[in-house]
């Protein structure tokens, strides 16, 4: 047998309703703050990520799908949104239709790291980029989104990490104090950390080997060294986080995995996720477009995992889901009147209500079952005497009552679905909301609402 590749994972049905939730979450709080949907290829030339993310970073030394296809050229599966978000931006000048733009998107990611809880080959990010203006306001902005939305979810144990990386010459005087720093004690580095001290000493503070970490106590950290520019805009990125009551930890460790990234960076970590922990992470990067070829033009975003915050939500079981119900049920009274009901059907859906029949030629006993199985909220039972006089019988599944409504007068299908309708409009339906604890709630709703009393 064919089996799924390692690190991907197939969305089932019964998963579909807690994605369409977090979908719906995120394209809410992004619209709020009038942020537009951009989607990109899901393959790039591999140049791309390599000058934006950094050829010494692991993602493109280590994780990148890369191939050349069949034309010779180099292609890779994007492993990230913002080189190629960048690179439309560029390419189609929007910075040129307008100063500012904000962007949105959720769309799959591709990194062969080694799979585990929270860790895929193939993933699902959503994320935010602010490209055209410098203003702190702007960093704090997404990171109200990013808390917003995890807020929004029902997530508790959450911590927001921020620090500063500073502009590029502050930067650069800091890895010299650093180097200064660990020079001695170079030779108890781990192989890997060896390794970054000569290419990306900055990145040795994301060691998770212990030994690195002590060797790193009492370093000179960035955020001290900070320029003034970098030092003021800091300080406004924790006012804005203050005034929006985001509670927020400075982490002078924070130098995040990317090499694009100036100043303000930041992640959200979850206790309740395991090892893979860091929700999002995001954070300025000035310089970026200019070295894709575009004008000088500050920007600002981050990306989450939606697998991660899933596994967070299901931990915490932070959100309740709703089944999918459905409107009516039509039940077939005899075998031979399945092309009538197929019609009855169609019409129905014509008119947005969500119908369903049996297509396996099953027994009524069954077909009821399968009414209540749906949780449908009206059954209409199509053959037997009553067909013939030209009618059918409604029933409302939550009270049993019963209706008889004609079907061919001469003004047709109008008056079924009007009367249909109206049957509708006055039944309880079953809540279909599964409570925090995972269990369904049997409740019913009133008529008119999706909600019982307790959801
Ligand atoms: P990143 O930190 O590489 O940043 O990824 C962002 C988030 O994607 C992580 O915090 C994590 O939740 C999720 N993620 C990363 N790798 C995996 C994986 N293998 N499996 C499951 N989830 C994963 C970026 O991607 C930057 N583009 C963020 C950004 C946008 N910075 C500025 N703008």
């Not at 890895?175 to 200064?180: A, F, G, I, T, V």
């Not at 909220?377 to 029933?395: A, H, M, P, R, W």
């Not at 004609?406 to 249909?420: A, C, L, R, T, Y």
Request: with cysteine; proline share 3%; hydrophobic share 35%.
């Amino acid at each position: 047998m064919i089996k799924a590749i390692k690190g991907t994972k197939d969305l089932l049905p019964s998963d579909a309703p807690r994605w369409h939730y977090l979908e719906s979450i995120v394209k809410n709080i992004f619209s709020n703050f009038n942020y537009k949907e951009i989607r990109t290829p899901v393959f790039e030339v591999t140049s791309l990520f390599a000058r934006s993310i950094g050829e010494e970073t692991d993602i493109v030394g280590k994780e990148m799908y890369t191939f050349e296809d069949k034309s010779g050229t180099n292609v890779t599966l994007k492993p990230e949104m913002t080189a190629g978000v960048v690179r439309a931006f560029i390419e189609h000048s929007l910075g040129a239709q307008q100063s500012l733009n904000k962007l949105f998107y959720i769309s799959p990611m591709f990194r062969q790291e080694r799979p585990q809880a929270g860790r895929l080959r193939q993933f699902h990010q959503f994320g935010g980029e602010a490209i055209g203006s410098a203003s702190p306001l702007l960093d704090g902005e997404l990171i109200q989104i990013a808390y917003d939305i995890l807020k929004a979810l029902g997530l508790k144990d959450l911590t927001v990490k921020i620090n500063s990386l500073g502009i590029p010459e502050t930067r650069e005087s800091y890895k010299n104090l650093l180097r200064e720093f660990l020079k001695d004690k170079k030779d108890k580095l781990s192989e890997d950390s060896r390794k970054r001290f000569d290419k990306n000493i900055l990145r040795i503070f994301d060691s998770k080997i212990e030994s690195d970490q002590k060797l790193l106590e009492g370093a000179p950290t960035l955020i001290q060294n900070l320029d003034e520019e970098s030092k003021r805009d800091f300080e406004l990125v924790k006012e804005y986080l203050t005034k929006v009551n985001i509670p927020f930890e400075v982490d002078p460790k924070l130098v995040r995995g990317l090499d694009y990234y100036t100043k303000t960076t930041f992640e959200i970590i979850s206790g309740s996720v395991g090892a893979q922990s860091a929700l999002l992470g995001g954070g300025r990067y000035d310089l970026l477009v200019e070295k894709l070829g575009g004008k000088s033009t500050p920007a600002v975003g981050f990306a989450a995992g939606m697998e991660r915050i899933l596994l967070a939500c299901e931990n915490e079981r932070s959100f309740p889901i709703r089944e999918n119900c459905i409107d009516i049920y039509i039940i077939r009274l005899d075998n031979n009147l399945e092309s009538e009901v197929s019609d009855l059907a169609s019409k129905l859906r014509r008119h947005n209500l969500k119908v369903e029949f049996d297509y396996l030629q099953r027994s009524v006993k069954a077909q009821m079952r399968e009414a209540n199985r749906m949780k449908a909220k009206i059954t209409l039972f199509v053959g037997g005497d009553e067909y013939s006089e030209q009618k059918i019988n409604v029933k409302d599944m939550y009270s049993s009552v019963e209706q008889i409504i004609k079907i061919k007068s001469e003004e047709n299908d109008k008056i079924i679905i009007k009367d249909i309708r109206k049957f509708l409009s006055q039944v309880r339906q079953q809540c279909g909301w599964m409570t925090t604890k995972g269990k369904h709630c049997k409740k019913y709703a009133q008529p008119g609402s999706k909600y019982c009393h307790w959801h």
